[in-house]
């Protein structure tokens, strides 16, 4: 986008207007939004967060309502960003290009919308990536998005700022696990006070990042042709990296339940419900006993690669990566015990959400009894 252009996308964040022409207009850092003069000809400041992973690109549009946001445009679609990259340690030409392509779908997006502050990251492919850097300078180049490459602790965060509200409030704290494409991360979070507005903050009492995802997983063992003795293999890989964590806060467990976001979790809800076609309405926020669990996962490792691929649940996009995000979930079962498990379809986006609206008062007063703060430790 050059800087003629800048008439054409109305309510843009100041600080992005103020960028020369060989930065990216999209995705800086900005000021407040009362402080920056947000606004637009909508009735109010517009947001956006987009979330490239090394498995999907997803993207959300939202306005602060209530003590909340009103989603106001989405998308989301399966890029592989990180295919190939543990064997090649690069990004591959075929995955920049889909890339490109869906981060310019994105881009157009938030114009129409009138986004007036984003916040745009990247995760472990970039971070991965020897030519990382070069293909954030392309995206910059071409379509004047500032992809900012976030680190492991900032992933853990955000899943917890965004997965908080769907703690139950009788519990004593959650196990909360974000399962991607090329990193999981799980934390242990305790019960969070009420804010008096806003959605809840997180109390982080320990966290950790995995080396693996389902892309890299599915890379290391296959993902088409996957036997019990395939997936009980991944399923001890990824238990040995999490048994420190595990060992200094897997006890004293009563009263705490796990809390899941992913493709994976929110595919075992739906295989667990029998959708014929995907609902957020009836995932988002539904209870799993441990017993579902165990049932869908006996159900997935026993379908061929082209039974998944036949499931509405599942599909050809990710037919080959389904057994991994379920031996990273089953590893995870192990060490932390838990016998309820509440689904999330919400993420890093969510999260990115809520930060920036809460930095920009949003909500007006958001303290809690803490003073409103998150720890990470």
């Known amino acids: 986008m050059t800087s003629g252009e800048a008439g054409e996308t109305p309510g843009l964040d100041p600080a992005m207007n103020r960028a020369p022409n060989s930065e990216p207009r999209w995705g800086r850092r900005s000021p407040g ?7 637009n000809d909508r009735g109010g400041p517009t947001y956006a967060a ?31 960003l990180g295919e190939g990259i543990s064997a090649s340690g690069r990004l591959s030409e075929a995955a920049i290009d889909r890339s490109l392509e869906a981060l310019e779908i994105c881009r157009n997006k938030m114009r129409n919308r009138g986004v007036t502050r984003a916040r745009l990251i990247a995760t472990e492919a970039c971070r991965a990536a020897e030519n990382g850097a070069e293909f954030r300078a392309r995206v910059a180049e071409r379509l004047g998005l500032a992809l900012e490459v976030i680190d492991r602790e900032t992933e853990a965060e955000l899943a917890a700022t965004s997965c908080t509200p769907l703690i139950d409030p009788e519990a004593e704290g ?24 806003g959605p809840p903050l997180p109390q982080i009492r320990g966290w950790i990042s995995l080396p693996h995802g389902v892309v890299t997983l599915a890379e290391r063992h296959g993902g088409h042709n996957v036997t019990r003795d395939v997936y009980e293999a991944m399923v001890a890989e990824v238990a040995e990296l999490i048994a420190p964590f595990a060992r200094e806060h897997g006890a004293g ?39 579902d669990i165990d049932s869908v996962l006996e159900r997935l490792v026993a379908m061929s690669y082209d039974e998944r691929v036949a499931s509405p649940c ?29 689904v999330a379809d919400r993420g890093l986006r969510e999260g990115m959400l809520v930060q920036m609206m809460r930095e920009d008062g949003a909500w007006g007063e958001a303290s809690s009894d803490n003073g409103g703060q998150a720890a990470l430790s």
Do not use: Q
Request: glycine share 14%; charged share 25%.
């Open 33 to 39: 939004g009362r402080e920056a003069g947000f606004g």
């Open 50 to 80: 987009l979330d490239l992973g090394t498995n999907n690109c997803r993207l959300l549009v939202a306005r602060p309502a209530g003590d909340g946001f009103r989603v106001v445009d989405a998308f989301s679609r399966i890029v592989r």
């Open 174 to 197: 959650v196990v909360l696990f974000d399962i991607g494409g090329g990193s999981s991360e799980l934390v242990r979070l305790d019960r969070s006070p009420r804010c008096k507005r």
């Open 253 to 291: 467990l009563h009263g705490v339940h796990m809390l899941g976001t992913s493709g994976t979790v929110t595919t075992i809800a739906g295989v667990h419900l029998d959708l014929k076609r995907y609902d957020r309405n009836r995932i988002d926020g539904c209870w799993l006993e441990a017993g």
């Open 314 to 342: 599942i599909g050809a996009d990710r037919a080959d990566l389904v057994l991994a995000g379920c031996a990273i979930l089953e590893a995870i079962r192990r060490a932390f015990p838990c016998p309820r498990l509440r």
